[in-house]
C-alpha cells in the first residue's frame, strides 16, 4: 500500500488501485461507469467506509455536490447560490443565473448586484479619477 497526497492506494488485481474505487465497486458489485467519481461525504479522501462515499455519475455532478455542501454549510440551504459580486449566499429565485460551459454548475448574482457593478465598470467619473490617477503615478 501505498499514500498518495490524499488518497489511499492498495493492491488490486495484481495492480495498484484506489482505495475508495475499489470499495465503491465491490458495494455496486461491478465496476464504476467510465465517467463516474467517487465522493467523500466528510470531505477526507482517505476514510473510505463505505457510507462515506458517494458515486457521482460524472464530474460536474460531482461539482455540483461539493457546491451543494458548501452551501449547506454555510448558508444552512443546499440550494443556495453564492452571488459573485456581493459574495452573499441567497434563493436562485432571488437572482439572476446561468449555467457554466460545462453544464451543471450554476453561477448567480443579484440583478441589483451586477447593476452597481456594471454601472461602476462603466462609471465616466470613476474611469477619469482611474486615468488622473495613472497620470501622477511616477513612471
Ligand atoms: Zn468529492
Ligand atoms: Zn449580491
New binding site residues.
Given amino acids: 500500500m501505498r499514500w498518495s497526497r490524499k488518497y489511499v492506494w492498495v493492491n488490486h488485481n495484481n495492480g495498484c488501485a484506489l482505495e475508495h474505487v475499489v470499495i465503491a465497486e465491490r458495494a455496486l458489485g461491478k465496476p464504476l461507469p467510465p465517467f463516474a467519481?467517487v465522493?467523500?461525504v466528510d470531505?477526507n479522501g482517505t476514510n473510505n467506509v463505505r457510507e462515506n462515499l458517494v458515486v457521482?455519475p460524472s464530474r460536474s455532478y460531482?461539482r455540483l455536490?461539493?457546491l451543494r455542501t458548501k452551501a449547506l454549510s454555510e448558508s444552512g440551504n443546499a440550494n443556495f447560490l453564492k452571488c459573485r459580486h456581493c459574495k452573499a449566499w441567497d434563493d436562485p429565485l432571488n437572482m439572476k443565473t446561468w449555467a457554466t460551459a460545462n453544464g451543471m454548475v450554476m453561477k448567480a448574482h443579484h440583478v441589483a448586484c451586477n447593476r452597481s457593478y456594471q454601472k461602476d465598470r462603466f462609471d465616466p467619473v470613476k474611469k477619469k479619477k482611474q486615468r488622473d490617477l495613472y497620470r501622477t503615478m511616477p513612471r
Fill in positions: 467519481e465522493h467523500h470531505f457521482c460531482h455536490l461539493h
